[in-house]
Structure formats: structure tokens, C-alpha cells
T-cell receptor
Framework: AAGVIQSPRHLIKEKRETATLKCYPI?????VYWYQQGPGQDPQLLISFYEKMQSDKGSIPDRFSAQQFSDYHSELNMSSLELGDSALYFCASSPRDRAGNTIYFGEGSWLTVV | AQSVTQLGSHVSVSEGALVLLRCNYSSSVPPYLFWYVQYPNQGLQLLLKYTTGATLVKGINGFEAEFKKSETSFHLTKPSAHMSDAAEYFCAVSRITGRRALTFGSGTRLQVQP
């Protein structure tokens, strides 16, 4: 079965650079979530989208922005990167923005800021 | 605001022993509850979830959890641990209305000793 696809899987950036992460949800899923998981920490919601509109906003810094496109894929743009942004970034999708629906996670994108 | 607390950041059991991972939730109304597993360097995989109906929920890999409203708990159990169960386990909660994204607990790392 198709899963959530994230790219790139690994990237290394220097401080103050910009990075873009891409997420392709499971087909027919219209809700996308972005989570950040720091080393040894639990995943924290950054932002979510339902039908291309922002649905939930978590602890997303002002330096970050995200959007969901007409084909439901999503991109997370991160600018002015800081060392503390080094983390595992998960994208997840679900069939509808409805509580209780299973949320499926991708393998994650490892970002290292040096 | 809703939250979950996982008691014990590390749990070690012998192979074949009972696995018990504790999760308590805090919410003004009973939420939806989930258990996810994360193997090293991998994404999050849903083990089981409770939304409505039967309070004893069976999941994959022989795991089950029981929703106890009176104790605000959703503990995860498995009768007999296997070496392959060694992983990080996250309890998560979502509201039944409004904000629907998952809020995770701090995680419990399960070690299985031979």
C-alpha cells in the first residue's frame, strides 16, 4: 500500500540557510500534518492543512512557512536556519480532518544544521 | 488543553514477560487515544486507537490497551514480550471536536532482555 512520501530523507544545511521539505500524502488523503521531533523528544505539531487551508497551528516558528498545493502535496519552508532546528521532521496524512481518523506518518526528513 | 503523561521513560522486560506501558490523559472530556511505535530511525506506526465503543482495543503485533475513564488511563499491554518489540512507544491524544491533531506523550523506550 502507498505510504506518505517525504523528501529529502536527509539534508545538511548551514546556519542562516534555507531548506524546503516536501511531503506527498497517501492518495485520497486531504489532510497533512507537519511534526518536529528533536533528539530524544516527542513529536511536536508544527502545522496542519485540510483541503489546502491551514487547519491547526502548533509551535511553528515565524521563520517557517508551509502550504498545501492543489494536488494535496505539501511543502515546509524553513529560513534563517538555527542549530536548534536540527531535528527529524515528520509529515503525516489522514483521509479527512476529522478526529479519530488514523494519521499515517512518513519516514521523516532528517535535518542537520551546522 | 489536553495532554498525556507516560509514566516511565524507560521500561526493561525479559523476553516472554508481560509488557505494561502506562499512559494517563488529561482532558475535560474523554478524548480519542492512540498508541504509536517508533523503531530506530523510522517513522511512527499506529499500534491501536480508541475512539468509541469497546474499551478494550486490540492492535497489531499482539498489543492491546484498555480505556478506563474512571482512571483516565489508556495503558498498553502485551502478554509476552519479543525481542522485536524493542522500540519507542508514544501515547497520543486528539480532541473529539475542534483541534484534531495529535498531541504526544514524552514516550517510553522499551528494552527487551534475552
Amino acid at each position: 500500500a502507498a505510504g506518505v512520501i517525504q523528501s529529502p530523507r536527509h539534508l545538511i544545511k548551514e546556519k542562516r540557510e534555507t531548506a524546503t521539505l516536501k511531503c506527498y500524502p497517501i492518495p485520497r488523503h486531504d489532510t497533512v500534518y507537519w511534526y518536529q521531533q528533536g533528539p530524544g523528544q516527542d513529536p511536536q505539531l508544527l502545522i496542519s492543512f485540510y483541503e489546502k487551508m491551514q487547519s491547526d497551528k502548533g509551535s511553528i516558528p515565524d521563520r517557517f512557512s508551509a502550504q498545501q498545493f492543489s494536488d494535496y502535496h505539501s511543502e515546509l519552508n524553513m529560513s534563517s536556519l538555527e542549530l536548534g532546528d536540527s531535528a527529524l521532521y515528520f509529515c503525516a496524512s489522514s483521509p479527512r480532518d476529522r478526529a479519530g481518523n488514523t494519521i499515517y506518518f512518513g519516514e521523516g526528513s532528517w535535518l542537520t544544521v551546522v | 488543553a489536553q495532554s498525556v503523561t507516560q509514566l516511565g521513560s524507560h521500561v526493561s522486560v525479559s523476553e516472554g514477560a508481560l509488557v505494561l506501558l502506562r499512559c494517563n490523559y488529561s482532558s475535560s472530556v474523554p478524548p480519542y487515544l492512540f498508541w504509536y511505535v517508533q523503531y530506530p530511525n523510522q517513522g511512527l506506526q499506529l499500534l491501536l486507537k480508541y475512539t468509541t465503543g469497546a474499551t478494550l482495543v486490540k492492535g497489531i503485533n499482539g498489543f492491546e490497551a484498555e480505556f478506563k475513564k474512571s482512571e483516565t488511563s489508556f495503558h498498553l499491554t502485551k502478554p509476552s514480550a519479543h525481542m522485536s518489540d524493542a522500540a519507542e512507544y508514544f501515547c497520543a491524544v486528539s480532541r473529539i471536536t475542534g483541534r484534531r491533531a495529535l498531541t504526544f506523550g514524552s514516550g517510553t523506550r522499551l528494552q527487551v532482555q534475552p
